[in-house]
């Protein structure tokens, strides 16, 4: 089992998401890309007659030229401005909760937009979404050919995200715990260290220790000083998993107690 490299803002932008997004299935793909083709024709004939209006009475290069910028707006420049501006969203997508990805379930750029929108204008338009239905039907994650030539998928967004129940602090570790500096561990590493926990009883030894000293490694960066020599990679790092988490109550607490007292002021 792999988990991806871990940045600062896991989950939330989803760099080297560790957790598994699920594919949308091909019927809400089928849907969104039904929404997505009406609203693209609309745009189209719309923004072609306008163009035209201008140019009619200029000239017939100008005719042609108009034609052909509706088009390059329609199905290239408008895609691919809305998914980067929305971070994989089409108008279909948000409709029905939908987004498109990376591979590695991080969020698209301009370059994934535009690949997707230049090869779907060739997958869907010109040979009517026959071979975007065949290839999303034969592929489990659902990738249509501008997927793959993106390196893209497309994910349910609107899911129930399980998280495994919180480690319990390891007794040996809890005196180093207690006294260290943690640092808040950014969003992604901690998932991405509560996701490892949770599934090592399914774990084979081998990439039950490679894992969780890759992970210890990106954690050890956030604390101060080292943990015990010897202590297991497993429970150093379900040490600190509680501790922050205790800390983090605390301090909730302490905010909760702080506006119960400003508002018995008022």
């Given amino acids: 089992m792999e988990f991806a490299t871990i940045t600062s803002d896991d989950l939330v932008t ?6 598994d997004l699920p594919p949308a299935s091909l019927g809400l793909r089928l849907a969104s890309g039904l929404i997505d083709f009406l609203v693209t024709m609309v ?11 201008a140019t009619v009475n200029v000239s017939q290069a100008l005719v ?20 980067t501006l929305t971070r994989g969203r089409s108008i279909g997508k948000l409709a029905l909760g939908l987004r498109t990805v990376r591979d590695d379930a991080g969020p698209i750029t301009f370059h994934h937009a535009l690949v997707r929108a230049l090869i779907g204008f060739v997958e869907i338009y010109a040979f009517s979404g026959v071979p975007a239905f065949f290839s999303m039907l034969v592929s489990q994650r659902g990738k249509r050919l501008g997927d793959y030539a993106a390196g893209t998928y497309v994910v349910r967004d609107r899911v129930t ?23 808040t561990l950014p969003t992604g590493l901690a998932l991405a260290v509560r996701q490892y926990l949770g599934r090592l009883p399914t774990l084979d ?32 790092l379900a040490a600190v998993i509680a501790e922050r988490r205790e800390r ?6 302490r905010d909760d107690d702080f506006r119960s007292r400003l508002a018995a002021r008022e």
């Fill in 205 to 236: 030894p081998a990439s039950r220790q490679r894992i969780g000293e890759d992970l210890l490694t990106e954690v050890r960066k956030h604390a101060a000083p080292a943990p015990p020599p010897g202590a297991p990679v497993d429970q150093v």
């Fill in 161 to 183: 995200l399980n998280l495994p129940m919180p480690p319990v602090m390891p007794p040996p570790l809890a005196q180093w715990a207690r006294s260290a500096d943690l640092a």
């Fill in 14 to 19: 989803g760099e080297g998401v560790a957790l």
């Fill in 248 to 253: 983090d109550l605390a301090r909730l607490r």
């Fill in 64 to 83: 042609d030229v108009a034609a052909v910028a509706a088009a390059v707006v329609t199905f290239a420049v408008f895609p691919t401005v809305l998914e």
């Fill in 43 to 53: 745009i189209f004939v719309v923004s072609l007659l306008v163009l035209l209006v």
